[in-house]
């Protein structure tokens, strides 16, 4: 019963997933594609695939699954495209920049009866799983408060950010993802008040875009939990990923991971590693077990931890942030 | 050239304030006032010095400086007798619960040239001091954002709570003083907008004195610096103080003291301290090195610390929370 | 230019070893061998390979290299073997119990022209392999001491136990090659004196067997440098794997792995994980690391990185602390 | 019933008892006794009380207790004087350099029936002393391995050296101390076998003197209990004060103290704090629990956490250890 697995994209996250998939028993990775030829034959070549086109893998009875790891604009039309052909799908997030055309994607694919899980690698982590777990269990109590650091080591190429819907969409997409599954979802509760504010701190190339670089967030639930996000797109140490959730007995801490467990001591102090480089080394395992989830909830028919439903909730926060910080008052839901 | 001095308080930290005046060379504690008489028998007995009463601190021609470590609603008269007086003051921290009333204090200690220091206690600690010194050097470049954790063990009475002013005036206040000292001070920034959320998660009875327990305040400062405050007042695992400033070229992180640095390595994991108890203990240096403060800047007539001033701007900070958090709207200074 | 491979043993460590070479980009696994045939077929099938005996193995003219996972006292004469039939070998420690028969095995393999390396995987760990390139790199100076904390999570099974050669040339083997490693090899250093004291004090049983279960060796190199190494079959927190050394300019201290980078903080204080379980957790990244070694020195040519020349080395080092505990006498060489 | 005290000595060690005992309630400092009358003068000033001379302090009825804290060589006539005029007395480490001379004090203490209190000061350092109440607890089952780190940040003056007896004799009766306290005292366990390894790795000079700067000494107690305790006279990144105990049930491992919580994170890596910079910052919190002991034993008529007894033991370990690293051959007891 092995699956069939078709990958779209061969660039840096495309290269991730289809190179887990391939490692995993129970999944022969047959297709690769991409625009970029080169990237494409490379990957296949690497991973014992064939290269191929969105049309002809559509068209292949044989595939099971689709991995969608190409550019953001790409998404929408391959979800409906594979709901269509009936292939399951495992998109990268976010599903779309716009949440009406997310919105269709969902309602695609419910329509289609295809399972489609969107890739919020964060909730495999093994420290922030670890977490969610001792939360479900009530280890430290009920969660009232939670705070998000998350800073990338460096902005992208202006190009790419003209291209990314902004921080918020970008960005903070993954920590809104965060505030939902931490703070909310253990008994349903939602977003109730957001209130973002932005600046540029880092490279004043980014008010010419409309953007910003240096994000706080806050929300409220409608059960009165408290979220603060701060985040930055230029953390000179590193890549910076870590949360804290305060429950009503105790508080989980998630720090960050590191290279190597070396302190070299001398006469300036002790020195540790920086954080992991950035998020293909800090989040490799959670990557694996992202898609070794896909398949093993493809094969037993559980749900997935993640579904399109939580790649529109989160979006929506995204853009209630955006609009949020460019007028300076709260967004209530 | 010995300083005598006079403690009005023989409470909880009227105490602290008088044995580490006592306790400094070229200081001469001759005073103690409290109304209950017990305590400043005791207090006095203590410390080798002679129960008195205010009027005859003010009158007493030998008196240098008073130290206030009364309750709240005593300081602002306190103040304008012993600056009437042309006695020096060391006041706890706040000045007043009204801002108005403050601003007088601040008036009528400037008039009579007697010098005034207010107890925020926490710039003196040796954590948070070090991390102010290599921001003043630059070890970490441009200040850009600042994540201030602060949690309180247990809430104190409802009958202390009645008084207090609100969480915001009571427990914040400390905290925007910190967003002062740290990111603003430098270069003379300022808030420019505050936007707080705050709830009531521990204990109900609080909503009926219209107070919170638990708060997420973001400031943005005319520069565009963010700073973002969590507090609670329960915290399970103890008194929780900690910030995090987040420069150019990389990040301050003050995390709590512990009382011993031993840790245990069994079948349940590692385990170490918890934060050492509450304000007492974890401020024990900074409640030292503040009053030594005083007397050395009297000695050489450098500038406090902390000055009155700085009183009233956190107490204006204060203010604007307590009105958006009602609000649910930001306010802009 | 694929290598073609044959692994003997499909035992826990022989699958480690399959798995790991499998995996490999120009590595094709062709063989398993072991007289269990469930665990050979078990094996074969998971990693594409096929079931063989050594005869047949040496016989093959397409066999580049050998890897043996298998018992110990099965590695002496499958390297005589595969250097007889110009086979490259990888060996898992150790190279034989008896240190003749191993420098019997060194002959061989250099008589043979053969490329033989021992599984020494502590020296790909991350952590100690950064410690050592800072040490080589004169980061803390020249190193002056050594101190190794060795101790497994619980002790093997009696019968494991009886064949095992003690617990010198069973667990120690691995500590005498990091002192080799750490503390002689930048400078043609070498073991000048060595004490070595033991006891039974987890488990009486282990008296009967003439071994021990908790040993504290000293080695004093002829430049005078001094490692102290403590072990124990039984630490109740886990497989406890650290050692520092100390340098004429600092401290390279090399802590635990952790699975996750959690904290808890709660009424009885902060709670981390304990140390990964044992070693196929700990050194999950070594063994990867070290066959990745194996296969690029024979691809390049360049020497590697523990040569049966160490496996001998440190056999010496544990026969000798073997006696020392017995006489309670020092040994010097 | 307030205890009047001397005190002998007015250098480094003699200041920090003189200080700390005139700041207990209960005790009155009156007089300081140095041959250099410039240190007896300033010591005298500072805490308000008079120079004088041993021959004054041992005729004065008045005074109860002395506290020795001047050169090693004066001690033990010190100790006789004061037992020969019913002085209780505290001596600062170690009673003498030589045992008989050390065995003469403990029994010139006992005919007098005075108490004698030496200064191992470790045994109060709050972090040790919550191991030590943690082992008497069996939160961590029975003892089984100790290992002791022991650095100075640099090595004393070669006059100091001269004199000092060497390094086992100086600077390792305090781990000897510690490995009694914790690894013999929970059962009267005590050594049964002793090996040292000594060399001179930081200065030349130190082996014309007969004497070592770096140690690596093992003990086996009757239980078969292992304790393994390396020592260095020069660590470049401070003063370096650990040790672990391995128990059947879990590990105590006792950290550094550092002056301030501050972590630091650049492009560099993490940085903390070096450990606090020598034995008058690491034990000040010991030396001042220490002396507070000594009186509460003298009004309560409890025993003393360590006796001359403990002195005695120490220094015959010290001797033993001198032997040792000599001969290069084990001593037993």
Known sequence: MTKNVAVFGAG?????????????????????????????????????????????????????????????????DLIHR???????????????????RAVECARAVAAANVACMIGFQR????????????????????????????????????????????????????DFDVFRWILCSGDGDEAAWLSASASVLTDPALSALGDFD?????????????????????????????????GSKGLLQCGNHRPTELVQ????GLHGDKPENFFLQRYAAAYRLEITHFFECLQSGQPFRTTVADGVAAQKLADAATESARSGRPVEF
Chains 1, 2, 3, 4 share one sequence.
């Not at 001591?265 to 300036?268: F, N």
């Open 12 to 76: 840096r996250i495309g290269r991730i997933h289809a190179a887990n998939a391939a490692a995993l028993p129970g999944v022969t990775l047959k297709f690769v594609c991409d625009p970029v030829a080169d990237s494409a034959a490379s990957l296949a070549a690497a991973l014992g695939a064939q290269v191929s086109t969105p049309d002809a893998v559509f068209a292949d009875k044989s595939i099971d699954a689709v991995v969608i790891g190409s550019p953001t604009d790409t998404h929408s």
């Open 82 to 100: 594979a709901a269509a052909a009936g292939k399951h799908i495992f998109c990268e997030k976010p599903v779309d920049l716009s949440v009406p």
């Open 123 to 174: 909730r495999f982590d093994p420290t922030f799983a670890e977490a969610k777990q001792r939360l479900q269990r009530g280890d430290v109590g009920a969660a009232e408060m939670l705070v998000v650091t998350s800073r990338d080591p460096g902005a992208p190429p202006a190009e790419y950010l003209k291209a990314s819907g902004g921080i918020f969409r970008d960005m903070l997409i993954h």
């Open 214 to 246: 240096s994000t706080a967030v806050t929300l409220r639930t409608r059960k009165g939990r408290l979220c603060q996000i701060n985040t930055s797109r230029r953390a000179a140490y590193g890549y910076d990923q870590r949360f804290e959730v305060l």
């Open 265 to 268: 001591w001398d006469a300036q």
